[in-house]
Nanobody
């Protein structure tokens, strides 16, 4: 339904920064939320951040609040995650996702999203 491609991952030292990008194409007109999840080895998907389709609302997980910032240029088509003060706990595959719901709760679940990218690896060293 929606094709998503992440970019910007890589290897960074503790305390460093990365900016991830997500490009969306296809049937994006009905998207209400764009979000970032991450999956560390042996763990389930963890919510990171989300942005409402028109950019007027955002959500950030407590674990990244104050360090990560989600943004978008017409978020249905282009979304970003600025990651600062990275630590070893941030090492994971980061995936962007598109969904058709924007719940009132402050976190989002993988089940809120219907389309997923393949992910980009973020590795924080030392």
């Amino acid at each position: 339904q929606v094709h998503l491609v992440e970019s910007g991952g890589g290897l960074v030292q503790t305390g460093g920064s990365l900016r991830l990008s997500c490009a969306a194409s296809g049937r994006t007109f009905s998207t209400l939320a764009m979000g970032w999840f991450r999956r560390a080895p042996g763990k389930e998907h963890e919510f990171v951040a989300a942005i409402r389709w028109n950019g007027d609302r955002t959500k950030h997980a407590d674990s990244v609040k104050g360090r990560f910032t989600i943004s978008g240029d017409n978020p249905r088509n282009a979304m970003y995650l600025q990651m600062n003060n990275l630590g070893s706990g941030d090492t994971a595959v980061y995936l962007c996702a598109a969904g058709n719901t924007w719940p009132l709760r402050t976190t989002m679940s993988p089940s809120d999203f219907h389309s997923w990218g393949q992910g980009t690896q973020v590795t924080v060293s030392s």
